[in-house]
């Protein structure tokens, strides 16, 4: 199912900052766990960060600990993904997804899925 849909993307160098947005016209995102999950080309999608229905509980992989934030403000119906000082080994198409409440690391145990938006880092 492709009920979010993530923007932000686009071309950034080696160290710079971008925001990622996931939102949804048709889904309260304010009932749901959202999670960012990346793929970059042939390799497997991978977990990334996750946010709780509430914004309370974060959780991250460790290559984004320290670098990227999650955040969400459920009055816009929108989740962020702040990334900070990225690497060219964050190239990938980044997507989020959602689920009950609360948070999950496995893109299985997600429900709702956006088409996902490009980050590209230059060096």
């Known amino acids: 199912q492709v009920q979010l849909v993530e923007s932000g993307g686009g071309l950034v160098s080696a160290g710079g900052s971008l925001r990622l947005s996931c939102g949804a016209s048709a889904l309260d995102l304010s009932r749901y766990a959202v999670g960012w999950f990346r793929q970059a080309p042939g390799k497997e999608r991978e977990f990334v960060a996750a946010?709780?229905?509430?914004?309370?509980?974060?959780g991250y992989a460790d290559f984004a600990k320290g670098r990227f934030t999650i955040s969400r403000n459920n009055a816009e119906n929108t989740v962020y993904l702040q990334m900070n000082n990225v690497e060219s080994e964050d190239t990938a198409v980044y997507y989020c997804?959602?689920?009950?409440?609360?948070?999950?690391?496995?893109?299985?145990?997600?429900?709702?899925w956006g088409q996902g938006t490009q980050v590209t880092v230059s060096s």
């Open positions: 946010i709780n229905w509430s914004g309370g509980s974060t």
């Open positions: 997804a959602a689920r009950q409440y609360n948070t999950r690391n496995y893109a299985r145990d997600y429900e709702y």
